[in-house]
């Protein structure tokens, strides 16, 4: 099997364009390092917006593309226990994941259930913290308390559908196109209505005129502002992205009058301030919901190293109805 990963030497608009899988030779481990065989590997919007140079942090150039995944370590070097290989473990965030193979240092790698799906392992670094800390570091909802968002057929929204579920809270989820509809509907979500003026309208009535303490927002425009004309007053709205590609819109009065607040969301900066203990509580729960089947996402297609390009095109489309993942190695 031939040694490759995806590389780009500069950025631009159109991502696919910037990109292609080359081969590599592997040095000989040093101590502390092994070598794992990456089993899957998930495209993300910021993945895409890395190579197109409009992520909040990039990293220098040339760079090998992809930030999460999973693998098996095939060998070891000096200084690490032999019995480690055959290891499920969680790839280091940011460590060129959309490889056959990476070298990474043996410590601190998080072994995983090697009976679990790949490819649900292979997105859990990325998405489900952060639909998990968006439902839980901002507001302290109470058993049977409704949250809503948009953008609830991305992976975050799908991710957070489930965990509400889990939680004991109900969903509110608005989609920008009908055609998202059913596929929400499938997921659990106990409401799905598409964005609109009247969407407070309809929320109101779907939900009984319950008192909405949180909205999630990934869209930003005008749909940030319809998103909170459906909450109660002192109601937060978390906004982690920008898909209409225009700052938030909210009117003064939802500000004056229903003391609305507007927070930002970014993992990676989570990442920079949680302690150890923390990180290992959100993970130690994600990873046992995903291995028990409790969370999912769906995926839309599979690709290996040398269909980067075409991985990415589709990744970076607007009617996905899953998830982009780069296979290197056929799984059985």
Not at 106 to 117: E, I, T
Not at 212 to 239: E, F, K, M, P, Q
Not at 315 to 330: D, F, H, N, Q
């Amino acid at each position: 099997m031939k040694i490759k990963r995806a590389q780009y030497h500069v950025r631009g608009p159109v991502p696919q364009d910037v990109i292609e899988a080359v081969e590599f030779d592997l040095a000989p481990l040093e101590s502390g390092q092994v070598l794992v065989e990456v089993l899957a590997a998930a495209i993300n919007p910021s993945d895409v917006l890395t190579l197109t140079g409009e992520y909040g942090m990039l990293p220098p150039l040339p760079a090998i593309g992809g930030n999460e995944g999973v693998g098996r370590i095939q060998q070891v070097g000096p200084d690490v226990d032999a019995a480690r290989i055959g290891q499920t473990v969680l790839l280091p965030v940011g460590c060129g994941t959309w490889s056959t193979h990476v070298v990474v240092p043996a410590k601190g790698l998080v072994v995983l259930p090697g009976q679990a799906d790949p490819r649900q392992l292979a997105m859990l670094t990325v998405n489900p913290p952060t639909a998990l800390l968006m439902l839980t570091e901002f507001v302290t909802l109470e058993p049977g308390e409704w949250v809503i968002q948009n953008a609830a057929n991305s992976a975050v929204g799908g991710y957070l559908m489930q965990i509400a579920r889990l939680r004991g809270w109900k969903t509110v989820n608005v989609v920008r196109r009908d055609s998202a509809v059913a596929a929400v509907r499938a997921e659990g979500g106990d409401v799905v209505l598409v964005d609109n003026e009247d969407l407070h309208k309809q929320v109101r009535e779907a939900t009984g005129d319950a008192r909405i303490r949180l909205g999630i927002d990934a869209v930003g425009g005008a749909a940030t502002d319809h998103l909170t004309r459906c909450l109660a007053n002192g109601a937060t709205v978390v906004n982690y992205g920008a898909m209409s590609g225009e700052p938030c819109h909210i009117s003064p009065g939802s500000f004056v009058f229903k003391d609305i607040t507007l927070r930002g969301f970014w993992l990676a900066k989570w990442f920079r301030t949680a302690s150890p203990e923390q990180q290992a509580s959100v993970f130690g729960e994600i990873v046992q919901l995903i291995a028990t089947g409790k969370l999912k996402a769906r995926v839309q297609a599979t690709f290996g190293i040398d269909e980067i390009k075409q991985a990415l095109a589709m990744a970076a489309s607007g009617a996905r109805a899953g998830k982009v993942l780069i296979v290197p190695t056929p799984l059985g």
